[in-house]
């Protein structure tokens, strides 16, 4: 029973900064990749970064150089810190493990 659970979001005006948590439970945490992905009003679900177990990560062209994905194995926890957010950052984030269900994600709204 793999579990998710998102924190974290919220109004911001652009060019501003969020920072989301995933508490995780119900896996090895340390041994499993982790990735969070976002979906915009009227769009699919796409994803935003992923981080290895070894610590690589990748980013969606579209973050890159904004987001960072980070983890701490101590607490099973990931996070996606976010600067310099747009108005097409606007979406409802949500956190993946492996063979875990989608939870309710976390609502990010950026206002220009």
């Known amino acids: 029973q793999v579990q998710v659970v998102e924190s974290g979001g919220g109004l911001v005006q652009a060019g501003g900064s969020l920072r989301l948590s995933c508490a995780v439970s119900?896996?090895?945490?340390?041994?499993?990749?982790m990735g969070w992905y976002r979906q915009a009003p009227g769009k699919q679900r796409e994803v935003v970064a992923i981080i290895t177990a070894g610590g690589s990560t990748n980013y969606a062209d579209s973050v890159k150089g904004r987001f960072t994905i980070s983890r701490d194995n101590a607490k099973n926890t990931v996070y996606l810190q976010m600067m310099s957010l747009k108005p097409e950052d606007t979406a409802v984030y949500y956190c993946?493990?492996?063979?875990?269900?989608w939870g309710q994600g976390t609502q990010v709204t950026v206002s220009s």
């Open positions: 119900g896996i090895i945490f340390n041994i499993n990749p």
């Open positions: 993946w493990a492996p063979r875990g269900s």
